[in-house]
């Protein structure tokens, strides 16, 4: 049983880094469908963290990129936070950097989400409710318009 255990994360993360951003989108509709009635602090990582899986997926399968390399290149990628990797999307695909692009406020705030996602997730903490709801609404604009840029299917049914 350990055993298993043991070898089940790598291999999620192998079908991850093979997975186009279309199918890594429904996985995380999936997920943020069932956060949807989370309390703040958890919603809140589940949706930075979909937006840093989207970012990467897409980083990893950008055009001109082999479906071959696509464990290598994920890996190469997997340190990388939220803002590096959206901004990193924006750049391969010619767009403006993320407080252009997304507009100065809701970028701003997803930066801080991200802060708030780490402390989190590493600190084992919570954010104050009346953080929540701003926070959350920008890093949902962040995932909606990377999923407009990169011409997946409209948004996820949980955001928005």
């Known amino acids: 049983m350990n055993a298993e ?3 089940h994360p790598a291999e999620l993360l192998r079908a991850y880094a093979i997975a186009t951003p279309a199918a890594r989108l429904r996985v995380i509709k999936q997920r943020l469908a069932s956060a949807h009635g989370e309390m703040g ?3 809140l990582v589940t949706a930075v963290s979909a937006v840093e899986a989207l970012a990467r997926s897409l980083v990893v399968h950008a055009s001109g990129r082999p479906a071959s ?3 290598m290149r994920h890996r190469q990628y997997r ?3 939220p803002v590096e990797l959206v901004e990193e999307v ?3 695909r010619g767009a403006e950097r993320g407080a252009q692009h997304f507009g100065q406020e809701d970028w ?3 930066e801080i989400a991200t802060l ?3 402390l989190i997730v590493h600190e084992c903490t919570y954010v104050g409710q009346d953080r929540h709801p701003h926070l ?3 890093t949902e604009t962040i995932l909606r318009g990377l999923i407009e840029l990169s011409g997946l299917e409209s948004g996820p049914k949980a955001v928005g």
Do not use: K, P, Q
């Open 69 to 71: 390399t696509a464990e």
């Open 5 to 7: 255990l043991m070898e």
């Open 41 to 43: 602090s958890t919603r």
């Open 116 to 118: 708030y996602r780490d």
């Open 136 to 138: 959350i609404a920008a």
């Open 79 to 81: 340190a990388s936070g």
């Open 90 to 92: 924006l750049r391969l």
């Open 108 to 110: 701003e705030l997803f």
